[in-house]
């Protein structure tokens, strides 16, 4: 089980975060909607280890994931994977190696049985064995987005972290992606996260949706009454209106 | 209205907390370059980029360095017969100052700017945080490697360089200005010191550090996407090549100062 408690970020004058609590079970696949600003990624980052939270705390399984350096921290990334909002594969190392990255920097396989597994895990993700040597560079977003999936369960992680997923991506390439997380997720038994805005894809990966707003869980419950959730803030950021309480800057009239 | 106390404390803050940082960067590149895990393939990579790929421009920028030297001493010299110093000149001027300086400004150029362009590029990219989550110390991975190749490689193209740089004043001595073959090179020979060439190749290692220090360290801290990429690309350059001249001088001074 994922538990953050009493969540706290702020930098400077910005109060990000403003105490989060949250609950995940083993296998639950939680999405945390909310617009830009709303402090979704920062959240994802102090899972992370990324950005040290000012209070608040986050345990995996009981084991604390808030402060940890050196190996502490190593041993634990371990445990975790994560999808970034662009990929974020490393630009000189061939498709195989990033997919392998983690069993080969902790040795736990030979070059040659990397680059065997690679191929299995691309195909887990519907990527064809001929991508294997070339360089993340040279493939559309899409690709790019299923090879960060590989990378991130290759190491068969128990937690899943999504930032973004479909980002970037025409709709029926994000579908893919969406159905990609959810077949994952299932079929490893791991707990994830996603963070995104988009409703859609949000309804398709999740168990679970909290709408975070100012800082804080507006709202949390499960994703079949996403759209029907009664609370102000969500209805207003699932349905896109204009009206509400969450403030749209205005634009200026459209001239004839 | 601007308090002008207020400006120079935060001027002088501003330098020391700047000091301070590439300091503690330093250290953690160093560090992380004696305890394990060691990337032997990055490794490779960075010394093949720094001290094999690099060669041709530092070969051609000493050789027509010791070239000009030889032409500029002999028409100076000449004013009060003192044609027979050049090839004196060129061995001593190569060694000691124009091939390590002359080096590390060009790699300052080629690989300070690619360095800095490069690990700026991953930090804005997220490959940075990328190899955080897959359990991998940045340090380790991009920024050991770089430092380590910078402070073996240099000394090593700088060898070449003075060959090549001595070996430039040589042609133009003997086929253009009329010197004797033999007598060049073993006027060349009898004034070089061991304390001339191992000074250039420490200055070298020293540069090799430089660069690479102000090329990583501008790239993982750039922000605001392309725009602070360049930034940083142009800041690990201009930062490199000054601090070169100004270590030019104390290390010359360690060297030559009785």
């Known amino acids: ?32 909607l909310g617009g830009s600003g709303s402090g979704k990624s920062v959240t994802l980052k102090c899972i992370m280890g990324f950005i040290h939270p000012d209070a608040g705390t986050i345990t995996l399984d009981g084991d604390n994931l808030v402060g940890l350096e050196g190996r502490a921290r190593s041993a634990m990334n371990q445990r975790v994977g994560m999808l970034f909002q662009h990929a974020a594969l490393l630009d000189s190392l061939p498709v195989w190696e990033n997919v392998m ?52 369960i290759a190491a068969e992680p128990e937690l899943l972290l999504f930032d973004e997923p479909t980002t970037g991506l025409d709709a029926l390439v994000g579908r893919q992606i969406d159905a990609l997380i959810r077949s994952t997720i299932t ?55 204009l009206t509400g309480p969450i403030p749209v800057p205005a634009l200026p009239e459209a001239r004839a | 209205m601007i308090n002008p106390f207020a400006f120079v404390g935060r001027v002088v803050l501003d330098f020391f907390q700047t000091i301070g940082s590439v300091a503690v960067f330093a250290f953690m590149g160093l560090s992380h370059a004696v305890r394990p895990p060691f990337f032997w393939r990055n490794y490779m990579r960075h010394f093949i980029e720094i001290g094999y790929l690099s060669l041709p421009v530092v070969a051609l920028t000493t050789l ?78 991009l920024v050991a490697p770089r430092l ?9 193209l700088v060898a070449v360089g003075d060959i090549i740089g001595v070996m430039g004043g040589y042609i133009v001595g003997v086929y253009k200005l009329g010197f004797n073959s033999a007598a060049y090179l073993q006027q060349t020979w ?33 922000t605001g996407g392309a725009q602070g990429v360049g930034r940083a690309t142009t800041q690990a350059v201009v930062s490199s090549a000054i601090l070169i001249l100004i270590a030019n001088y104390f290390v ?5 100062t009785k």
């Not at chain 1, 909290?210 to 499960?222: E, F």
């Not at chain 2, 044609?83 to 000149?89: N, Q």
């Not at chain 2, 690619?114 to 359990?135: F, H, K, N, P």
Request: proline share 3%.
């Open chain 1, 1 to 32: 089980m994922l538990k953050i408690q009493g969540l706290t970020k702020s930098f400077g004058d910005n109060h990000v975060l403003r105490g989060i609590d949250l609950e995940i079970e083993r296998g639950d696949s939680l999405v945390i």
């Open chain 1, 101 to 152: 990255f983690a069993p080969l920097r902790f040795g736990r396989v030979s070059r040659r049985e990397a680059r065997k597994a690679a191929v299995g895990w691309l195909e887990r993700v519907g990527l064809d064995e001929a991508i294997a040597g070339i360089l993340p560079g040279e493939l559309a977003t899409g690709a790019q987005k299923r090879i960060g999936l590989a990378r991130a």
């Open chain 1, 187 to 241: 079929d490893m038994g791991a707990t994830a996260i996603t963070i995104t805005h988009d409703i859609d894809s949000a309804r398709r990966v999740s168990d679970h949706v909290a709408m975070l707003y100012q800082g804080q869980i507006a709202w949390s419950g499960p994703a079949a009454n996403l759209m029907q959730s009664g609370d102000p803030v969500v209805d207003q950021f699932v349905h896109g209106r």
């Open chain 2, 64 to 141: 027509f360095s010791g070239m000009v030297l030889a032409l500029q001493s002999y028409s100076g010299f000449s004013r009060f017969s003192a044609e027979g110093a050049v090839a004196m000149v060129v061995a001593l001027s190569i060694t000691r100052e124009l091939a390590p300086v002359l080096a590390g400004l060009m790699v300052a150029g080629r690989i300070g700017a690619a360095m800095a362009a490069e690990i700026g590029t991953m930090r804005v990219t997220e490959q940075i945080d990328a190899l955080e989550a897959l359990s991998t110390n940045p340090y380790s991975y």
């Open chain 2, 148 to 156: 380590i190749a910078g402070i073996l490689m240099m000394p090593f």
């Open chain 2, 190 to 222: 009898d004034v070089l010191e061991t304390e001339d060439v191992v000074s250039g190749l420490v200055k070298a290692a020293v540069y090799g550090f430089i660069v690479t220090l102000m090329g990583c360290y501008h790239g993982y801290r750039s």
């Open chain 2, 252 to 256: 010359t001074e360690l060297f030559f």
